[in-house]
Structures are given as C-alpha cells and as structure tokens.
C-alpha cells in the first residue's frame, strides 16, 4: 500500500515538473504591481491595504518556496548523482536559485513600499495643493463678469492694478466689441434727426418737449424747440460692459477699476441662495445682455456718459457734426417730464393711476405683494424694453430699475423704483428713494 502512494506521488510530481510554466515571474511580478498601485490609489495610502499587500507578498513567496522545497524532496531517486562532486554543485546551485528568490522578493517588497508611500494622503494633499496653486497663479483674473470665451488664449502675462488681476482679451472680442461700440455712436448721432412732436420716436434717444407751465423758467436743457432727448431705455449690460472693454482696449485700466460694477451687491443685498447665480452670471452671460446693468456707482454712470460724449465726437464731424450738449444723468425734473409721457396727470409711467390694466396684469416690474416678485412677469429684473413704453417710447421708467438723476439742489438721487420696490415707489412725483 505504501509503496503504491509513493509510486502514485512519484507519477504527480513528474506530470508537475514536465508542465511548463504558464507566466514568467517577471510576469508575475508586473501584473502584482499593478494590482497593488491600483488597489493604494483607492484606498489612498490606507495603513490597511499596505498590511494586506504584505500579507499576499508573504503568502506567494511562502508557496514558491513550498512548490520548490515540494520539487526537490520528491525528485526522482534515479536521476540523483551519488558522486560527491556533483552532489556538491546541485546543493550550490540550489542556493544560489533560493538567494535570488529572496533578493526578487525584498525589490519586490521595496518598490511596492516606494510607490505605497507616494501615494499617502500627506503627499496627495500637498499635489493637490500645488495644482490649486498653479491653476491660480495662472487665472488671477475677476471672474464673475468675464467669461471664458472673452480671455484671450495667449494671457501668460497678467497685468495687475494693486490686488486687482486684468484679463487679456481675445482678438474676436476686441471686433465684437468695436462692432458694439460703433453701433452704440450711430444711434447717438443720429438723434437729431427726429420725427414730430406728434407721433412716438422709435429712435434711441427720443426727443422730449416741456411744458412750459411746469417748468416755469427752471429748465436749462432745451434746444431750440424747447426739448431735450433721453435714451429711451435703461442702459444695458452690453452697452455698458462695451464700455468697459473699451476702456481696457484704450488701456485705461484706473478708469477700468472705478467703474466696474460690484456684482457682489447680489449678494449683499438681498441674502438669498437664489442670488448667488445672478451674481456669477448677470453681467457676462450672453442670456442677459439686453437687462439693464445693476451694481455701478454713480461715478462709473459719469464716466460712462463722458466716454460716449468722448467717443460720438470722434465720429466723421462732416458726416455727424458734433454734440450740440454733453451726455449726462438727467436731472429729477427732466427724469419727471420723460417719464410722465405728455400726460401731466399720470402717477405712473404707463399713463395712468393704476398698477394694474383693465384685464388685471401688472404693468410694471416691481413687488407687487408682500411674499411675491413674479406675480408682475418678472422675478428680478427684466430686459429693458420689457411691457409697454408710455408715450414718448420710453420704456420701464417706473419699476424695473432705479434711475440715477440730480435733485433740485443737484445732490444724487434715484427715480421711478426698481424690482424690489413696492408700489408707492415707482410713482413719478411723490415716490419715495429708497435708494438714493
């Protein structure tokens, strides 16, 4: 029975040896590491899965041994040399054989450890903190009004006024926007050429006329047939955004700086999570290009009127002549007469004493309740020819937003509301400023 089994373990161990080896242990070696650097980089250099990467280098290496130790204690009798000599030189070569398993498994072990340890949380966080580094270091640039598409590709060189990071723009920018501007002085000179006093001017800046028993001699704006002219919207975050890359192109970048809006009113002002967006996006998305610009100071309103002055007279003065008076913020009595619409009467812009038409819409932007804005058609703001104009074609006088003038003592104030005023506000005469 014995001598059966040994025969049997005979027959195993020489079917194993004659087998050829599927993988090399080069192979083998590779597709370990592999498995391992995968394994660490989910595990993001947990203590854990180092021990359980030891643990399978210790197991494999200890079966090698085994199928080794295994290969050698069961060789045939037969083919084992009596001779001392070559006794001598198999024990060598199979210490030798051992010895390099040992040295493949100890580089095996290390270059394991080397790549375990680049991959520790310590070091991941200091590359990522280098790569937020770099990546800010390379876009110092204001990014709640610029959009991507407007830097140019070659800004390695930022310019900086104090804390202040300027973008590059694009050459397709630079044509759009002097495209943009020139529009923008066509329509400023052509407001000479009006229709009359009886019908509504579809121009830019219609001409308004006073009445004189109003006026009562205070009037200092008149042409010669007792009008003035206003732009019949207000102005929009396109029209003021060309402005401001217009000052950029001229590299008026100190100009730039005062009169940039302040997007973060936003959020200043009205704390709500739905204001973040507006903020991010209001006045450099394409989407809002025809709202009215929110958020600039009065100065930057200033310098906006001198630039268009500044810019139409540069104009062919044979072909357009020149401004017969400078753009500027009108004053509360001019404001007052334009929004009124020929109707001396009228509480409102829309010709009337009612917030509401006969079929009972808003007629204005505003709040109307106390727990609504969207009840009128718009949640914030709307574009700026948004409802009807009223009769000199001027639109959203009351409501929409704030218009900047001059008091009687030529000190700032506002007109006409906004989208957040309630409705005693938006009246023409005796609303109240809430923003002045």
Known sequence: MEQNNNKRLDDLFNQAKTEPAKFSFEETKVNFLNSTSALGKVAKGGRLTQFTNFKLILM???????????????????????????????????????????????????????????????????????????????????????????????????????NYRFPTLSEKVKDENAKQKYTMLRELARYKRMSSYNNIDDRKYPRVYWNKAVIKGKVTSMDASGAFHIQKTEVSNLEYRTFLFDLLIQNRKEEFLLAKPDQSRWVKDYKSAVTKPMQENYFSHPAYDSYPVVAISRKGAEMYCTWLTVERNKLDPEKYGLLANNVRLPTALEWEQAAKGRID?????????????????YLGNFKPTKDSYIDDGGFFTVKTDSYNPNGYGLYCMSGNVAEMVYDENNNPATKGGSWSSIGQELQIVEGNDRFK
């Open 60 to 162: 494999i290496t200890t079966i090698c041994a085994i199928t080794v130790g295994t290969a050698m204690f069961f060789s045939n009798p037969s083919e084992i040399k009596i001779e001392e000599n070559k006794v001598t030189r198999i024990n060598k070569s199979s210490l030798t054989d051992s010895a390099l398993i040992v040295e493949e498994h100890e580089k095996v072990i290390k270059e394991y450890f080397e790549k375990v340890t680049s991959l520790s949380p310590e070091n991941l966080i200091s590359d990522t903190n280098k790569r937020k580094l770099k990546k800010r270091k390379n876009k110092l640039i204001d990014r709640t009004w610029f959009l991507e598409e407007q830097i140019s590709e070659k800004s390695d060189v930022v310019e900086t006024v104090g």
């Open 345 to 361: 009467s009228s509480s409102y812009s829309w010709n009337g004493a009612s917030l509401k038409n006969s079929r009972g819409c």
